[in-house]
Each structure stands twice: as C-alpha cells, then as structure tokens.
T-cell receptor, first 113, second 113 residues
Framework: GNSVTQMEGPVTLSEEAFLTINCTYT??????LFWYVQYPGEGLQLLLK?????DKGSNKGFEATYRKETTSFHLEKGSVQVSDSAVYFC????????????FGSGTQLTVLP | EPEVTQTPSHQVTQMGQEVILRCVPI?????FYWYRQILGQKVEFLVS????????KSEIFDDQFSVERPDGSNFTLKIRSTKLEDSAMYFC???????????FGPGTRLTVT
C-alpha cells in the first residue's frame, strides 16, 4: 500500500534560517504529492503540490521537487519567518479515481525571533 | 474565496451515543472525504464519496460509520455507537473534478467520555 515517511520533529529554527523537511514515499502507480500546513487551532491548508516527476511546487517561498528516482518530495524554504511556525504534512494522492490522501506523521516547526 | 465549513467545532458525547458531524463542501466540488486525526497522530483517510455513493473506504470505516449527502449542500458522517477511541479531530474535504487538490474544513473535535 501507499505510505509517506516524514522527517521527525520538532524542528526549531531561528528567523531567516534555511529549512528542509524530508519526505519520502512508497506508492503504486503515479501518485501526486502535496505539502499541507496546519497552523495552531486551524485545519489543513494546501501549501504546494506536484503532479508528475520533476515538477516543482512552490508557494509563499516554500518549494518541493517531485523526485521519482529517490521517491522524495522534500520541503525547503530559504529564509523562514516566525509566522511559518506550524505543523507541516507531506501527503500523496493515490492514482485511482478517488485520489484519497495518505499523510506523513507531520513535522512541528517552531521559528524563534 | 469558497471554503469547506464544518459544524460543530467541538462535540462532546458519552460512550455509546450516536453523533452526526456535518460538513458543507465547496459548491461545485463533486468528491467528498472524511479524515480523522487522533491527537498527536497522523491524519488518516476514512472514506470518499462520489455520485451519491462511497467510492473508497479504509479499514477504520467499519459498520458503525456511515456517510450521507442528505441534500444538495450537506455531507454528514454518522458514528452509531461512539467509543472512547473515536475521540479525534474529524476533517471533511472536497475536490473538484479533475483536480488533484483537496480543500479541508477546519475540523470537528469529537470528545467521547
């Protein structure tokens, strides 16, 4: 079955530091890959996506590249801000018609001023 | 911007009672989902719903769970006889066709005592 393995947290960084959160996956077929973010007390928000190999998703300074050869989709940001403090979830959508999401365990990011 | 809404935001119930969690998906979306997140754990897929029937369900979605779209706007999750281990945050999501992107509601926190 499908699975997502995500770098364990928590991760604590100083403002303007470089962020990497590792994500690898196992899937049959050709999944789509996503990063979702959950701010304290809120639901899940789609941060970025990539639907095929070598696609780069980007949003709000965050980037992730769909690497089929390493089955990875690592999240990066060059300079984090205090407002980026949240839980980040890597997820894949199955290639079937329902496209239900399989999530990683989430990584808590805290950015200190 | 259209969004998925969920009610109530928090539901407390006694073990053995029935609960109904309600969701209003984005109006032109055709695929609907329920996920749950037990505190401190992964977000887990429960069920997907399309064209007025279940399209996929997980092992978690046993006979005590059911879903319904009673009218043109609401999408409900019913738990017939709640157990302590049903305590979790329940998220509704919806997706337009043929998009890969799922949009999540803010969640309902269910507490079973």
């Amino acid at each position: 079955g499908n699975s997502v393995t995500q770098m364990e947290g928590p991760v604590t960084l100083s403002e303007e530091a470089f962020l990497t959160i590792n994500c690898t996956y196992t899937a049959t077929g050709y999944p789509s890959l996503f990063w979702y973010v959950q701010y304290p007390g809120e639901g899940l928000q789609l941060l970025l996506k990539a639907t095929k190999a070598d696609d780069k998703g980007s949003n709000k300074g965050f980037e992730a590249t769909y690497r089929k050869e390493t089955t990875s989709f690592h999240l990066e940001k060059g300079s984090v801000q205090v407002s980026d403090s949240a839980v980040y979830f890597c997820a894949l959508a199955s290639s079937g018609s329902a496209r239900q999401l399989t999530f990683g365990s989430g990584t808590q990011l805290t950015v200190l001023p | 911007e259209p969004e998925v809404t969920q009610t109530p935001s928090h539901q407390v119930t006694q073990m053995g009672q029935e609960v109904i969690l309600r969701c209003v998906p984005i109006s032109n979306h055709l695929y609907f989902y329920w996920y749950r997140q037990i505190l401190g754990q992964k977000v887990e897929f429960l069920v997907s719903f399309y064209n007025n029937e279940i399209s996929e369900k997980s092992e978690i979605f046993d006979d005590q769970f059911s879903v319904e779209r009673p009218d043109g706007s609401n999408f409900t999750l019913k738990i017939r006889s709640t157990k302590l281990e049903d305590s979790a945050m329940y998220f509704c999501a919806s997706r337009a066709m043929p998009s890969y992107e799922q949009y999540f509601g803010p969640g309902t926190r269910l507490t079973v005592t």
